[in-house]
């Protein structure tokens, strides 16, 4: 009861500013070819699309297979806009973390907090590498 209650509240969170003011809204696609984790929920590998929203305070709907999950990034700003539209992920073996998502042109992108699992991978000194997938832009 409680999971429901939180999951209310923050689709309610979420939603609020929609209701106060526009939004702007992008599309990401990227064919992901193995299953990655995002907030602690493992998507399935195939096209994932992602959707930024939010003037203030961004949030993704993240969607890949027949899953999907809402998650509230940190924004990160550079001083040079991004050459290109890409996924970042955290590789530790055979398992992968969203952790960075850019559009082509732009100078802010968003970065993921790490969740509990990678955390705990991050802890038992898992050798960690990048994964770098290209993606597309509407």
Same mark, same amino acid.
């Not at 009861?1 to 209701?19: F, N, Q, R, Y």
């Not at 930024?52 to 993240?62: H, N, V």
């Given at each position: 009861?409680? &999971?429901?209650?939180?999951?209310?509240? =923050? +689709?309610?969170?979420? @939603?609020?500013? $929609?209701?106060v003011n526009a939004q702007s809204r992008h599309v990401i696609k990227a !064919?992901?070819?193995?299953?990655?984790?995002?907030? $602690?929920?493992?998507?399935? @590998? $195939? /096209?994932?699309? =992602? /959707?930024?929203?939010?003037?203030?305070?961004?949030? +993704?709907?993240? %969607? %890949?297979?027949?899953?999907? #999950?809402? @998650? =509230?990034?940190?924004? *990160? !700003? *550079? #001083?040079?806009?991004?050459?290109?539209? &890409?996924?970042?992920?955290?590789?530790?073996?055979?398992?992968?973390? #969203? %952790?960075? =998502?850019?559009?082509?042109?732009? *100078?802010?992108?968003?970065?993921?907090? @790490?969740?509990?699992?990678?955390?705990? +991978?991050?802890?038992?000194?898992?050798?960690? *590498?990048?994964?770098?997938? +290209?993606? %597309?832009? /509407?």
């Open positions: 009861m409680k &999971k429901h209650a939180a999951t209310l509240l =923050i +689709l309610a969170l979420v @939603a609020l500013p $929609g209701l !064919d992901v070819p193995f299953a990655f984790v995002v907030n $602690g929920k493992t998507m399935p @590998a $195939g /096209e994932c699309t =992602i /959707e930024t929203r939010g003037d203030g305070t961004p949030y +993704l709907w993240i %969607s %890949s297979g027949n899953q999907g #999950l809402f @998650a =509230i990034p940190h924004r *990160s !700003d *550079s #001083l040079k806009p991004s050459d290109e539209t &890409k996924l970042v992920f955290n590789r530790y073996g055979d398992r992968y973390f #969203l %952790s960075e =998502i850019s559009r082509e042109g732009e *100078s802010r992108g968003y970065q993921l907090p @790490a969740g509990k699992l990678e955390r705990e +991978l991050r802890a038992q000194n898992v050798a960690q *590498s990048s994964v770098t997938l +290209l993606a %597309s832009a /509407e």
